[in-house]
């Protein structure tokens, strides 16, 4: 097993709570990390049709024979044994007693929002991170063959090609999944839907054009999009709040949490397509933007990111938020520095009066230097500025 970041915060958050609940998206190894991190609690899955069906029958039974403690897996498959969670803490408010994981995260949030507000903490999942391939040794050394490969655990124990897993998991979770939590009743549309998200990525988001483009709504492309986000395959980075003295864009930017599967819904098969495509420069974006997203949710933080884009077009492509202090930090997928790409981090700097110090450039190189009082930080190491 790949050790993962999240287990030392799932041990904090063990000392106070009663329930732990981990979402994320399917096959983002929670299962595994939940039973490593907890090897002493016994484990139930609720996607065992017999188990399942213990659990609607006699939920109360259930939770007696195990109230040591127990690990509930796809517990939103039985939505209706909050209710009995909630008896069951309440006779023993014990921390870190019931640790429950869910993948379709609408239902699972709802009912633990309803059914055990104050007696929860919560802990998204994401793929792998840079940081967890590279402690175990399996980290490729080019930064668009770990973009085209991306993150999901299975792509690492196992032999299989990355364009493979990802047409099967697109058939097996992303419609299917998706799908029965939306009610889709094209799927021709929803499928053209998944693609143009792809197509548009690390772009300002449009809806209106989006649904125009796929035939569909204003709504159903709303509802759509808010169900991709939901569930862990897209994330809709937000603008920054300050403006100084500049309008600002409003809108979001679209963003998929995972390359290797937008990469797929591309239909990039190498890193060396990847390299002369022209999303290039997207995807290694949105690959970035995932890595501080891992790491922020990983130790149970608030994301905090946002990027900042005034209505002449200048951008910076994210700021890190947290407390007090603000860093600012410009993406390019290039290999080879050069002056002009710190040019929107010095508007910037004249915009804001931020220090250079809390300017960062991250490119697809492999050495880090200053320039002018900006770091320069190579593709496999822009989290440490976390």
Not at 30 to 52: G, H, M, Q, R
Not at 140 to 158: E, M, Q, S, W
Not at 214 to 226: D, E, F, K, M, V
Not at 319 to 338: C, P, V
């Amino acid at each position: 097993m790949i050790p993962r970041q999240a287990a030392e915060t799932l041990l904090r958050l063990k000392k106070g709570f009663p329930v732990l609940c981990v979402t994320g998206p399917r096959q983002s190894g929670k299962t595994t990390l939940v039973k490593a991190t907890f090897p002493n609690l016994p484990y139930l899955s609720l996607e065992d049709p017999d188990i399942a069906r213990l659990a609607r029958e006699d939920p109360r039974g259930l939770l007696d024979t195990y109230h040591e403690g127990l690990i509930i897996d796809e517990a939103q498959t039985v939505p209706e044994i909050f209710a009995y969670l909630k008896t069951a803490i309440d006779l023993n408010p014990r921390p870190g007693i019931y640790v429950v994981t869910g993948s379709q995260q609408f239902p699972l949030l709802a009912r633990v929002t309803e059914s055990l507000a104050g007696r929860a903490a919560f802990l998204t999942l994401l793929p792998f991170s840079v940081a967890e391939l590279r402690s175990a040794g399996k980290l490729p050394d080019d930064p668009f063959k770990t973009i085209i490969n991306g993150f999901y655990p299975p792509l690492y124990d196992r032999e299989l090609s990355p364009y493979d897993w990802y047409t099967n998991y697109i058939i097996s979770y992303v419609e299917r999944d998706l799908r029965s939590l939306i009610n889709v009743k094209d799927l021709g549309q929803f499928q053209t839907f998944v693609k143009m998200c792809a197509s548009r990525i690390g772009q300002i988001l449009n809806l209106s054009a989006l649904a125009l483009d796929c035939g569909i709504s204003h709504n159903t492309a709303r509802s759509w999009l808010s169900v991709l986000e939901t569930s862990g395959i897209i994330y809709l980075l937000k603008p920054y709040h300050n403006n100084f003295g500049k309008r600002l864009i409003k809108s979001p930017k679209l963003y998929f949490i995972d390359t290797g599967l937008a990469a797929r819904l591309l239909g990039i098969k190498t890193a060396e397509e990847l390299f002369i495509h022209p999303h290039r420069g997207n995807l290694f974006e949105s690959y970035i933007i995932a890595e501080f997203l891992k790491t922020r949710l990983s130790n149970g933080l608030d994301p905090g990111i946002y990027f900042w884009r005034d209505n002449i077009g200048t951008e910076i492509d994210l700021i890190l938020e947290d407390g007090q202090e603000r860093k600012a930090i410009e993406i390019k997928s290039g290999k080879t520095f050069s002056p002009e790409l710190t040019l929107t981090l010095e508007a910037w700097i004249r915009y804001s009066e931020a220090k250079r110090e809390d300017c960062f450039l991250i490119y697809a190189g492999d050495r880090p230097f200053q320039w002018k009082g900006i770091t320069v930080v190579p593709w496999d190491a822009g989290t440490t500025l976390c």
